[in-house]
Nanobody, 125 residues
Framework: QVQLMESGGGLVQAGGSLRLSCVVS????????MGWFRQGPGKDREFVAA????????YYADSVKGRFTISRDNAKNTVYLQMNSLRPEDTAVYCC??????????????????WGQGTQVTVSS
């Protein structure tokens, strides 16, 4: 079974940057699309970004477009989320997710079948 582990969260001032990593463990990195989602305090889970297996198709939420960059290094079994120009409203638990056997990205949480435990990102004003 594919297992995902996020890291890189922390406390940062508004305007700062963080890079999150999601490492696949428990087996070989499968040909799966990957996504990042987040859930802030008192808020519903929302889509952040997604990337296809080959990296040729990428989706971003409007709220992060131009500030966040999703990328992947399949040789290292890792997906990244570079977050720049962070805002207090970006404060949330960030989770990565895998689509399983599907290589196409999606912005729908129900299209993902394996989830990481999440990493906390806190942005102070």
């Amino acid at each position: 079974q594919v297992q995902l582990m996020e890291s890189g969260g922390g406390l940062v001032q508004a305007g700062g940057s963080l890079r999150l990593s999601c490492v696949v463990s428990g087996g070989a990195f499968s040909r799966t699309a990957m996504g990042w989602f987040r859930q802030g305090p008192g808020k519903d889970r929302e889509f952040v970004a997604a990337i296809s297996w080959s990296g040729d198709r990428i989706y971003y939420a409007d709220s992060v477009k131009g500030r966040f960059t999703i990328s992947r290094d399949n040789a290292k079994n890792t997906v990244y989320l570079q977050m720049n120009s962070l805002r207090p409203e970006d404060t949330a638990v960030y989770c990565c997710a895998a689509r399983g056997s599907l290589s196409a990205p999606s912005y729908k949480p129900d299209d993902y079948y394996t989830w990481g435990q999440g990493t906390q990102v806190t942005v102070s004003s």
